[in-house]
């Protein structure tokens, strides 16, 4: 709404008129949407936010639409989840789970920067959606394109779970699966992108999709009462939604919305099998060497992260660091998560709560410190993720005596 309408490098700050365009043509810095802080302080309020409806769309002022949200009206504002039993396990005081599994409509995050860009997309008079995935932004496009009677074109790797390619040949997409990893489906989607006339979320229209991804951030902050935790930890693919969570306290704080400035402290979250962010962080350089993923937490298998420089940059500037969590450990968080709150997140979850137990082993996390973890889709996408790990206690003859037979072993 009361954005300048314009697109600035966040390197160089050259200045650009709206548009589909990812890169500063100066100096290839990413661009970002520019607002009217000025004009913004005080007028949005803790309360005008509060009348809002109860979904992300309560933030508009600090999203760049103008107008109604032409698609995914009821996306966001899930829950944040008080996280006792976790907390218990854990063994710190006051855990908070921001949980993303029950994101309307596709059960993830990706929903949020969807809503975002396809808003934009079709401002921009595009009549295609598309996008380059690893398995949760297919699903989104693939369901926003259905309902914004757009086409879409979807590029995933090859190997993808076949749960994420159903959901999204169900909305009626066009699949393309690539016979290779992310990081190379990514710039064969950049090739196609400069050939067809094409709105590609994760591309052209990324500064707008990463603008989606700030009001998970915040969410935690309104749902804390207008407080920002201690600590975050995130679970990173390209390093977009860590950067942004930060980018959303630090607007809130020049807002005057939440004291500032900010002590949150965000934490990056990946797998061992491909940590090439929370490796920087380690090693403390920015930059980034790329890697062949290897894990079973898939949506995060970016080899080679867009934003893991600004992820870096993130770390430092809030005091946060980050975690590997090996397949063991990330099936490990899984459980621990799903056996004490009751909720089932996909692979990627598994990082976060891994991560978040390390961290609290390293003595990062202290005992009676704030942590939000954020968990960002759902198990019931991924179960082959558990296969090796559960089976079912008894198999048995539909009889009583079977029943008790077999539970007199088991207890045995
Ligand atoms: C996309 C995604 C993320 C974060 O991805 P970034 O590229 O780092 O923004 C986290 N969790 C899940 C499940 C995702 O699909
Ligand atoms: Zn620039």
Redesign the pocket.
């Known amino acids: 709404m009361e954005t300048l309408n314009r697109l600035t490098c966040r390197e160089c700050g050259h200045v650009y008129p709206a548009g589909p365009m990812q890169v500063c043509e100066q100096c290839f810095g990413p661009l970002d949407v520019d607002y009217r802080y000025d004009a913004l302080a005080g007028r949005v309020t803790r309360e005008t936010i509060a009348a809002g409806p109860p979904t992300m769309w309560r933030y508009r002022d600090l999203l760049p639409v103008d107008g109604e949200p032409p698609v995914g009206v009821n996306v966001g504002f899930t829950p944040l989840v008080r996280a006792r039993n976790l907390a218990d396990a854990l063994g710190v005081r006051d855990v908070w789970v921001k949980n993303d599994a029950v994101c309307h409509p596709t059960a993830?995050?990706?929903d949020r920067v969807v809503a975002v860009a396809v808003a934009k997309a079709r401002e921009f008079g595009f009549d295609t959606i598309a996008c380059a995935s690893?398995?949760?932004?297919a699903n989104s496009v693939a369901a926003h394109a259905a309902e914004g009677r757009l086409k879409s074109f979807v590029f995933i790797p090859a190997d993808l779970e076949p749960s994420r390619v159903v959901g999204t040949l169900v909305y009626g997409a066009t699949l393309v699966a690539v016979e290779g990893t992310y990081d190379e489906v990514n710039r064969l989607a950049l090739e196609v992108g400069d050939r067809f006339p094409w709105a590609f979320v994760n591309a052209n229209l990324r500064p707008y999709y990463a603008e989606g991804?700030k009001t998970y951030g915040y969410e935690i902050v309104e749902q804390l009462g207008w407080r920002a935790p201690v600590h975050v930890v995130v679970?990173?693919?390209?390093?977009?939604?860590?950067t942004q969570i930060w980018k959303a306290m630090t607007e809130l704080a020049r807002l005057g919305l939440i004291d500032a400035p900010v002590r949150t402290r965000v934490h990056a979250a990946q797998p061992a099998g491909c940590g090439p962010i929370v490796t920087m962080i380690k090693d403390d350089t920015d930059v980034c060497k790329p890697v062949r993923p290897n894990t079973i937490a898939k949506?995060?298998a970016?080899g080679n992260?867009g934003?893991g420089y600004y992820?870096y940059r993130t770390a430092k500037a809030s005091g946060g660091t980050g975690e590997h969590a090996t397949d063991d450990e990330i099936v490990d968080g899984m459980l621990l998560l799903a056996r004490t709150e009751g909720i089932f997140a996909?692979a990627?979850g598994g990082v976060t709560v891994a991560a978040t137990r390390k961290l609290v082993e390293r003595g990062v996390i202290a005992r009676d410190e704030s942590v939000v973890v954020c968990i960002?889709?759902t198990g019931l996408k991924t179960p082959d993720a558990l296969a090796s790990r559960l089976a079912a206690d008894l198999t048995i003859r539909p009889t009583l005596a079977a029943f008790e037979n077999a539970l007199a072993k088991c207890w045995k």
Do not use: I, V
Request: glycine letters at 16%; a negative charge; proline letters at 8%.
């Open positions: 993830s995050f990706k690893t398995g949760n932004l991804a679970p990173c693919a390209g390093g977009s939604l860590m949506s995060l970016m992260p934003d992820a996909e990627a960002t889709g």
